[in-house]
C-alpha cells in the first residue's frame, strides 16, 4: 500500500468512532420459552423404611445375608436356634392327641354306653312299677305281708333314683352338656397351644417383609436377642423420594406436582426425572429453609439409598415470550427499569416492563418488540450517542 494511502486509511480508521460513534456489537430481542427453575441439593430416601427385630428371645444360629444385599420378600435373614421351639411344639402336638382322643371316648363311648344304661334303667323301672302295683294291691287285700310291700318300695325308688342319673349321664355327654363341653375346651386349648408353639417356631426364621436392600444390621452369630430390639434396617425396593431443602424465600413459587430433572453427584452426566409431592408446612427455624419431597417414578439402577443429590424444578414456564439478557438492563432494582435501543444509528433510551426473570435472562412485557436490538449496559454508551451495530449475536434460550 502506497504511503499517502496507508496514512489516509488510518486517519479514516482514526476519525470513523468519531463521526458514525463506536462499533456495538449488540443482542437482538427474540421469541422463545422462559423457564424459572429453583436450584437444591438433598439426598435420596424411600418413603418408608422397614425395621427387622425378633419376636421372640432367642440365640442367632445364622445370619445367611450381608449388609447391602438385595433382597426378596419371604428371603431368611436371621436364622435363631430353634430347637426349645420344636420340642415345646411336639409337646403340644401330643397334647392335642390327648385332648381329641379324649373327645372321641365321649362321643364314640361314653355317650352311646350312657344312652344303653338309661334304656335299661327304664327297664327296670317299668318293671319295679309293676311289682310295686301288684304288691300294693295285695297288702290291701290283706294277702301280702308288709316286708314284701317294703322291698317292692325300695327297688321302685332305686330304679327311678337309677333312671335320674342315667338320664343325666347322657344329658352330660350329649352335645351342650357338661363332660362333652370340658372335651371340646380342653381340645380346643390343645389346639391353640399347638398353633402357638408351632407360631413360635416359625418366629425362630426372621424373613423378609418386602424386596429391598439390606441398609444397615447390628447382630452377629451367637447374641442373644430380645423382642423389639432393631436388629436389622431394610430399604424397600421399587418406590424412592429425594429430600431436598429450599430457601425459605423461594417457599412461595414451589407448588405440588411441579416437574424437576435430578442428578446424583457421584453420576453428574445423568439426569432423570422427578416431580415435587410433598411441601413440608413447618420452617426449619435453623437453616431459614423448607423441607421439600420429590417423587421419582422411574428410578435409575445406579440410584442408592442416602445418596446426594442436585435437584432443578421448573417452578414457572413463559412460553414464546420475548427475552433479552438481565445484564442489559438499567435500573431493574429501582423498580423502573429501561434499556438502550439502537434506533437510527442512535442509542436512545426505552422505558420496558420486566416480567420473569431467570438463568440470566428477562421477561420483557411492554417497551420492546422481536428483532429490536438492545445496547449491552457494558458497553458504557451514552443515551443519545451516535453508535454501529455490528454482527448482532443472538441469545439463546
Known sequence: MPI????????WSFTEPMIFGPVIIASPIVRADLVQTIVASGHVETPFRVSVSSQITGVVAAIP???????????????????????????????????????RQVRDLTLPAAELNLHEAKATLVNAQ????????????????????????????????????????????????ADITVAETQ?????????????????????????GVLIWRDVEVGNVVQPGKELMRLSPAGQM??????????????????????????????????????????????????????????PPAYLRQDMTVSVDIEVTRRPKALIMPVVDLHDLSTGKPWVLK??????????????????????????????DVVVPAASKVKVGRRIQVRAPITVIP
Open 4 to 11: 499517502a494511502a496507508a496514512m489516509a486509511w488510518g486517519a
Open 241 to 298: 423420594q429425594i429430600a431436598v431443602q429450599i430457601d425459605e424465600k423461594n417457599l412461595g413459587l414451589i407448588a405440588l406436582k411441579q416437574q424437576a430433572l435430578a442428578s446424583a453427584d457421584a453420576f453428574s452426566k445423568e439426569t432423570f426425572p422427578a416431580t415435587v409431592i410433598f411441601i413440608n408446612p413447618g420452617v426449619n427455624l435453623a437453616r431459614a429453609s423448607v423441607e421439600v419431597k420429590l417423587d421419582v417414578a422411574s
Open 187 to 211: 381340645a380346643a386349648q390343645a389346639h391353640a397351644t399347638l398353633r402357638t408353639a408351632q407360631t413360635r417356631v416359625g418366629y425362630t426364621d426372621i424373613k423378609a417383609a418386602r424386596d
Open 342 to 371: 439502537a434506533e437510527d444509528g442512535h442509542a436512545k433510551r426505552h422505558d420496558v416492563t420486566v416480567g420473569l426473570v431467570s438463568v440470566g435472562k428477562a421477561e420483557i412485557l411492554t417497551g420492546l418488540n422481536e428483532g
Open 65 to 103: 445375608v450381608a449388609e447391602g444385599q438385595q433382597v426378596i420378600a419371604g428371603d431368611t435373614l436371621i436364622r435363631l436356634d430353634d430347637n426349645e421351639a420344636r420340642s415345646s411344639a411336639v409337646l403340644a402336638e401330643g397334647q392335642v392327641a390327648q385332648a381329641q382322643a379324649r373327645l
Open 130 to 177: 309293676q311289682i310295686y302295683g301288684r304288691v300294693s294291691k295285695l297288702m290291701a287285700d290283706g294277702v301280702s305281708t308288709r316286708v314284701a310291700f317294703d322291698e317292692a318300695t325300695k327297688n321302685l325308688d332305686i330304679a327311678r333314683s337309677q333312671v335320674r342319673n342315667a338320664e343325666l349321664t347322657v344329658f352330660s355327654n350329649r352335645p351342650g352338656g
